[in-house]
């Protein structure tokens, strides 16, 4: 319903077509391949790839579509780890819908679209975890035990020790939940 009435609104905008509509991720890459549309709106949280990795796919594979991610995350960890996947605009869902069409135009036209309060945000405060330590603590966070980490991810169970010990220790927490319910809270997850 959100993503129709989304839809409905930017066409009401005279300049602007909707050439395509996806219900996950992994839909949206494959119509983003097909149509090469000029500009994809994405969440972040989506079924089957989050919209921070539809960024990072879109950037890999060389294609010239520029991402505007729009979420209702209000956090300036997710904020830098858009913008590092390739994002050119991060807006949240609370603003006014004129300013979606304007951000649209901007990215368009080869400029940023970013909420400029958490972008301020965003570089007070750097994410301190790796890649790899992010992927494990994600993990952990939902529940997974060292072992089934370490066969999911390809690594040993000893390596997953080290990255869970070392993210654990980066982010002050006391344990593995105390620091994916951190490093979620800061959208560095």
């Known amino acids: 319903m959100v993503l129709g009435a989304l839809a ?15 219900p996950d991720g992994r839909a949206a890459l494959e119509a983003t391949v097909e149509l090469e549309p000029d500009v994809l709106v994405a969440d972040i949280e989506m079924p089957h790839m989050t919209g921070l990795e539809l960024a990072a796919a879109v950037r890999e594979r060389g294609l010239s579509v520029r991402v505007i991610i729009l979420t209702t995350f209000a956090r300036a960890g997710y904020l830098r780890r858009a913008l590092d996947a390739g994002a050119s605009g991060y807006l949240l869902k ?50 997974l035990a060292g072992p089934a980490i ?40």
């Open 8 to 22: 409905a609104l930017l066409e009401l905008q005279g300049d602007i077509e909707v050439v395509a509509q996806a």
């Open 94 to 143: 609370d603003a006014p819908a004129g300013d979606l069409a304007a951000a649209i135009r901007r990215v368009h036209a080869g400029g940023r679209a970013i909420d400029p309060e958490l972008a301020a945000e965003a570089w007070s405060e750097p994410d301190p975890l790796t890649d790899r330590e992010r992927q494990v603590l994600r993990l952990a966070g939902l529940g």
């Open 150 to 189: 370490a066969a999911e991810l390809g690594l040993s169970e000893g390596t997953v020790r080290n990255y869970l010990s070392e993210a654990i220790s980066k982010l002050g927490a006391s344990n593995r939940v105390e620091a994916a319910r951190i490093a979620r809270d800061r959208g560095w997850l």
